[in-house]
């Protein structure tokens, strides 16, 4: 557990995670912890593990082997609490395009557990974070990507979780609206009215989200963790996360190749 999560209490915890399928080990004895309103970035080459983890967190996938808590709660042996305090923005957002934007949010918050004397107040809210009140009549369908995507993140956020995990957030979007989603996700990890800072672990290729966004930053390899650190330590003698990444990784498959040559 990093020192920051034992300070604080960890929103996710987990412990040797393993996911295989047949001989093939996703993920091997994965084990970190984020605490309460810290902003982590999750990173790692294509292949590397990072969804299969994702899953496993907001209980889509079970695990092989170990044990993962979000706020607390078994992902599997307490589904409910656990999934009730976590949102969970995957690479293609969950909509249903025959929807107004409006009445697919209240669905979802219907699904979500939110009490029908809340629903129309915790819509409204989600729809003001992620600026949808001008489209909230509107078919999903005839939205453009940047506005699904908007539609994604308030799906994630309507029920107010503890925990918003986001995997690939701006894949697909042109420059200007990957700017727009990279604020929006900014404003949506600061605290709201006072209220606690939002626990964020954040999925994405794109490295100056991370830095623009991210306190800390774990990066996994082939299933494995590779990296756990502060941002500002990685980044203290002036090296960019860019550089950091291509360091790590490619010193991996250098060491795979030299295994493989027999030397």
Do not use: W
Request: hydrophobic residues 40%.
């Amino acid at each position: 557990m990093s020192e920051l999560a034992a300070a604080q209490g960890a929103a996710i915890e987990v412990r040797g995670l393993c996911k295989r399928y047949g001989d093939y080990e996703a993920v091997s004895d994965l084990s970190f912890s984020v605490a309460r309103g810290e902003v982590v970035g999750f990173l790692g080459p294509n292949g590397a593990g990072k969804t299969t983890t994702m899953r496993v967190l907001t209980g889509f996938l079970p695990p092989t082997d170990g044990e993962v808590r979000i706020a607390g709660y078994d992902v599997f042996s307490q589904a409910l609490p656990a999934r009730r305090a976590i949102g969970y923005l995957p690479e293609s957002p969950p909509l249903y395009p025959e929807m107004t934007t409006e009445a697919y949010l209240r669905f979802v918050a219907s699904i979500k557990g939110v009490a029908r004397s809340e629903r129309r107040s915790a819509v409204l809210r989600a729809m003001e974070r992620c600026g949808l009140v001008d489209v909230r009549r509107r078919v999903i369908a005839q939205l453009s990507k940047g506005y699904r995507q908007r539609v994604g993140l308030a799906q994630a956020i309507v029920h107010s979780p503890q925990v918003l995990v986001l995997d690939e957030p701006t894949v697909g979007l042109d420059p200007i609206q990957i700017r727009e989603i990279r604020d929006l996700i900014a404003e949506l990890a600061a605290p709201e009215h006072g209220a606690e800072r939002q626990t964020v672990l954040l999925s994405t290729h794109i490295l100056a989200e991370v830095e623009a966004i991210c306190q800390r930053v774990i990066l996994i390899d082939r299933g494995r963790k590779a990296i756990d650190q502060p941002l500002a330590e990685l980044t203290a003698g002036g090296e960019r996360l860019e550089a950091v990444f291509a360091r790590v990784t490619s010193r991996d498959v250098h060491a795979v190749n030299d295994v493989e040559a027999g030397r």
